[in-house]
């Protein structure tokens, strides 16, 4: 029993590297799915990306690059699910993550956001 229990973790803990090499490698970039799909799934990715940092896995630059990467995506993809694809994604002029439109200060780095409009 125990050696059962004990294949199925490494059995688990290799396919889980092989996707997550994978979904770094940026292998699979979701291009067939819908905005809606896409969305949700950079908004997992997200999850993930926050589950490994504060676990120790990622080193500060790496999180932020990714994590402005994916907030991008999940912006333009909520763009396009709601405007039909014909959304613009506004950016923080310092560090480039995808804002709303509605904030006075950019969540990730703090610089004040100019008023668009």
Not at 35 to 46: G, H, K, M
Not at 69 to 85: H, I, K, M, P
Request: hydrophobic fraction near 45%.
């Amino acid at each position: 029993m125990t050696g059962f229990v004990l294949f199925g973790g490494i059995l688990l803990v290799l396919l889980s590297t092989i996707v997550w090499a994978a979904i770094r490698a940026g292998e699979d970039t979701g291009a067939a799915l819908g905005p809606a799909d896409r969305r949700d799934a950079a908004i997992e990715a997200l999850r993930d990306l926050e589950l490994d940092y504060h676990t120790g896995k990622l080193p500060d630059e790496e999180y932020r690059a990714l994590r402005a990467r994916l907030e991008r995506e999940a912006v333009e993809a909520r763009d396009a699910a709601t405007s039909g694809g014909a959304g613009t994604t506004v950016l923080c002029g310092a560090c480039g993550v995808a804002l709303t439109g509605h904030e006075t200060f950019c969540p990730a780095c703090g610089v004040a956001v100019e008023a668009s409009g």
